[in-house]
């Protein structure tokens, strides 16, 4: 199993940046494919990007434009998303999350961090 712990959000300007991170514990962390989602309040959540275990494969939802780039670095148990060019409407709560194969969809996703808060705004 894995245990997640978000961090690095905060409040930004519109076209500033933000870096998250996950760390991640248990024993089997190497062998689980991760993803980022977000969820703003009233809203449904939804995918950000998710990576491969040996971070040669991403994906990213279409929305974001290339504006998010996941990475992960196994040696220190850390998942990445690094945000670039934020706009007001990625105000949310982001999760990363760890799941048993390469997925797009929260409920394929077994295990999931309380969530960091990312402000956009002026």
């Known amino acids: 199993q894995v245990q997640l712990v978000e961090s690095g959000g905060g409040l930004v300007q519109p076209g500033g940046s933000l870096r998250l991170s996950c760390a991640a514990s248990?024993?089997?962390?190497?062998?689980?494919?991760m993803g980022w989602f977000r969820q703003a309040p009233g809203k449904e959540r939804e995918f950000v990007a998710a990576?491969?275990?040996?971070?040669?494969?991403?994906y990213y939802a279409d929305s974001l434009k290339g504006r998010f780039t996941i990475s992960r670095d196994n040696a220190k148990n850390t998942v990445y998303l690094q945000m670039n060019s934020l706009k007001p409407e990625d105000t949310a709560v982001y999760y990363c999350?760890?799941?048993?194969?390469?997925?797009?969809?929260?409920?394929?996703?077994?295990?999931w961090g309380q969530g960091t808060q990312v402000t956009v705004s002026s």
């Open positions: 248990g024993r089997t962390f190497n062998n689980y494919p």
């Open positions: 990576i491969r275990w040996n971070g040669e494969s991403t």
């Open positions: 999350a760890a799941s048993r194969s390469y997925a797009t969809l929260a409920q394929l996703y077994d295990y």
